[in-house]
Every structure is written in structure tokens, then in C-alpha cells.
């Protein structure tokens, strides 16, 4: 608070100083001096009673024109002492803290008493009715009171200067420590946010490659579970008709194990889309969701989208969005009846977006995920495959989006951007 007072004090003092009082504007006390100064020389040509000037050269023209000129001059002084109690200049010169006590006190406004420049009004009045009378030695009286005065006025003035002149120095001191303050804060904020872009790059990064590798892994233990344990449970299978031609509970049995785990080692692995494309893909995958788990699933996905922007890896990724999103129907929904939209679209800014929507009619359930598709504090291992798509909609460069309701089913929303 301080600093700002001494600014608008100073910035009013510099402007005030500044004024020109041939254009109406208030005098300064340099422009009051002035005026004396030239009233001073004008008293000094005028001789006084005292001196025995004949009375003839005290009423000759050349001496009544002094005269006039100094009525005029000390006039125009009066009234320009009158402006300057009425500026903003004067209320400056009585709040300026010219002691050090005040200054301490930080009594920057408080108003105290200025009599010097009462005093030289009133003496200029004064002065202004002797010279009116033609008493010129109660006019040199007079105007010796107010070179005093004066001698007063332009100390006080200059101690204003070198008030205002230290206020800029503390104002100085004060911006540049304001600007190192201001720096080293962007500095913090630059790096806090180079760290954080860091950070959330590597998370990218390294949930990019876990994804692959998850991928990889599943492809692997497919053709593990298919080259083994299938061919040992189906040679099993034979030793027991072999054994027991008449099983008819085993062999039933033993079969649909089978199938189970091949169609498990089938989920695993990805399509091949070099040689399919993914709207074959995902109709593909909802009808053996259909055939497996007897809910009805159908794909409604628009014949002219064009998915050419997306490459293989991109193409897996939404396949396996799909994937777990079913997978989730299937265990947790109770539902009747499932469908895959995809469809493009124009957003209000005219990009191109690509929408895949994931529904059921089940029970629904409370999202992990808040109205942003950001993820919530609460949450549990049981949301682990709704966070996997999640990670897969970064990789796309898309938004994932949950809707659900208890008893209202539930809808599983992925745009993505086709400029991506």
C-alpha cells in the first residue's frame, strides 16, 4: 500500500510540476518564484519616498507605467498563489511526509498544515494594496517578508524532489524485484509443466507398449493353449472313447471344454487386417458373442465410413475396445440385447470424427468415469478392463465415455478424430 501511494503521489507531482500556467492550468511553485522574481526587478526600478525623488519624477509617465506594470504583476502573483492552494499540487506539498518520523509512521495522507503558502498569499495581498496606494515603503517592507517566504517555499520544494526522487528509486528497487519474482515463478510454472508434459508423454509411451506387449502375450499364449492343451485334451478325449466308447457323460463333457478353449484361444488373436477389413472384424466378433453367450448382438456400422486414416496397430486398438466392452456385457450386464454402432460425423468446429458406441439393456452400473471421461478417485479392481480401454482410447487419440444407470443399461462411447 505503501508503494502504491508513493507512485500516484509521485506520478500527480511530476504532472502537477510539469503544468503550464499559460494554458489554465495550475501554477507550480518554480512558476510562483518566477513571478516574483520579475516582480522584485520591477520594485527595484521605482524609487521610494525615502530616497527625496522629487515629486515630479514620482508622477512623471515613465514611473506611473512601473507602477502600473507592478500593480499588474503583483496581481497576476496573488492570483496565481490563489490556484496553486486550490491545485492538487498544494494537497501534494501537505501530504508529502517531509520528516522522518512521518515517514516511518507511513502517514503518506495525512494531511498537516502548509502555512508558508497562506502566509505568502496574505502578504502578496498586502503587497498588492501598498503598491495600489503608491507606498512604495511599505511595499519593499512587505516584499522583503515574502523573499523569505520564497527563500522558504523553494527549500519545501526542494525536499518534495528529493522525496519523489527517492519514492522512484524504492518504486525501481521495488519492479525489479517484482519482475525477478514474476520470473522465477514462470520459470517454476515452465518447468512444473515441461515435467508434467514429460511425465504424461512417457505414461503414453510406456501404456503404448504395454498394450502391444499385452497383445503380443495374448497371441503367444494363444498359440500355447492351441498347440498344447488343446491337442493333449483331445487326445485325452479319444484314450477316454477308447476306454469308454459308451461316456455319454464325459465325452459331452470333455468336448465343450474343448470349444470353450478355443474359442478363448480364438478371442486372443487379433484379426489379421491386411486381410479383413475392421467393419468385417467387428461384425465378425458380434456374431460369435451372439453364438457364445446366446445374447442377441447385432452391428450397425455405416457402409461409407472410411477408416482408411487408421493403421493396423489403430485398427487392433479399437477392436479390442469392442472386445472388452462385450466381454463386460456378458459377465456383469445381465443383458437380453447388445449393438455396435460406428458411424462418421462432423463436430460444430467441422473436424471429422469417427463415433463407435458399445450398448446393452442390462442392469448398468456406476462408471468409474466422470462426466469428462476422466477417471475417479474410487475406483476398484473390478474397473480394470474399462481402464484398459481407456489407456487404448489415448493410443487412438480419442475420447472414451461411460453412460450408465443402475437398471438403465449401459453405453460405452469412443470418438475418435479422424485428423489423428
Same mark, same amino acid.
Given at each position: ?53 522629487? $515629486? ?87 516584499? =522583503? ?30 519492479? $525489479? ?140 486398438? $479399437? ?13 456383469? =450386464? ?58 487404448? =482410447? ?27
Amino acid at each position: 500500500m505503501r508503494l502504491v501511494s508513493y507512485v500516484l503521489l509521485a506520478a500527480l507531482f511530476i504532472s502537477s510540476c510539469t503544468s503550464n500556467t499559460d494554458h489554465g492550468r495550475s501554477p507550480s511553485i518554480k512558476d510562483i518564484v518566477n513571478q516574483w522574481t520579475d516582480i522584485d526587478r520591477l520594485l527595484a526600478d521605482i524609487p521610494s519616498e525615502s530616497e527625496n525623488i522629487p $515629486v515630479t519624477d514620482l508622477t512623471d509617465t515613465a514611473h506611473l507605467t512601473n507602477v502600473a506594470l507592478l500593480l499588474e504583476a503583483s496581481n497576476r502573483f496573488y492570483q496565481s498563489l490563489q490556484k496553486f492552494q486550490e491545485s492538487d499540487l498544494y494537497r501534494i506539498y501537505r501530504a508529502i511526509p517531509f520528516s522522518l518520523k512521518a515517514k516511518r509512521s507511513f502517514l503518506i495522507y495525512s494531511v498537516k498544515d502548509f502555512p508558508e503558502v497562506g502566509i505568502v498569499s496574505d502578504l502578496a495581498l498586502m503587497f498588492r494594496d501598498a503598491v495600489a496606494l503608491n507606498d512604495m515603503d511599505k511595499a519593499r517592507e512587505v516584499s =522583503a517578508e515574502i523573499h523569505r517566504r520564497i527563500i522558504s517555499l523553494l527549500v519545501i520544494d526542494g525536499e518534495a524532489q528529493r522525496y519523489i526522487n527517492s519514492s522512484y528509486i524504492d518504486l525501481l528497487i521495488a519492479l $525489479v524485484f517484482f519482475i525477478m519474482v514474476i520470473m522465477l515463478f514462470i520459470l517454476f510454472l515452465h518447468r512444473s509443466l515441461t515435467t508434467s508434459i514429460k511425465r504424461e508423454a512417457e505414461g503414453a509411451i510406456f501404456s503404448h507398449a504395454y498394450m502391444l506387449a499385452q497383445d503380443e502375450e495374448r497371441a503367444r499364449i494363444s498359440r500355447e493353449l492351441h498347440d498344447t492343451v488343446i491337442q493333449d485334451m483331445r487326445c485325452l478325449l479319444l484314450e477316454t472313447e477308447k476306454i469308454n466308447p459308451r461316456g455319454e457323460e464325459t465325452t459331452p463333457k470333455m468336448a465343450d471344454l474343448i470349444r470353450k478353449t478355443r474359442d478363448i484361444c480364438n478371442s486372443l488373436i487379433p484379426p489379421d487386417f491386411r486381410f479383413s477389413e475392421l467393419p468385417d472384424a467387428l461384425r465378425q466378433l458380434c456374431h460369435d458373442f451372439a453364438e457364445r453367450t446366446g445374447i442377441e448382438c447385432r452391428a450397425e456400422i455405416d457402409p461409407l465410413i472410411k477408416l482408411d486414416f487408421l493403421i493396423m496397430e489403430k485398427k487392433l486398438q $479399437v477392436y479390442r475396445i469392442v472386445q472388452e466392452a462385450l466381454t463386460n456385457i456378458e459377465k456383469h =450386464a445381465e443383458a437380453k440385447e447388445a449393438i455396435v454402432t460406428m458411424r462418421s460425423a462432423k463436430t460444430a468446429t467441422g473436424d471429422v470424427v469417427i463415433y463407435l458406441g458399445i450398448g446393452d439393456d442390462g442392469k448398468g452400473f456406476t462408471s468409474p468415469l466422470d462426466n469428462s471421461g476422466q477417471i475417479k478417485s474410487d475406483i476398484n479392481k473390478s474397473n480394470i478392463g474399462i481402464i484398459s480401454m481407456k489407456e487404448r =482410447a489415448a493410443i487412438l487419440g480419442g475420447r472414451l465415455k461411460i453412460v450408465s444407470e443402475i437398471g438403465e443399461g449401459a453405453l460405452v462411447c469412443l470418438e475418435i478424430p479422424c485428423s489423428f
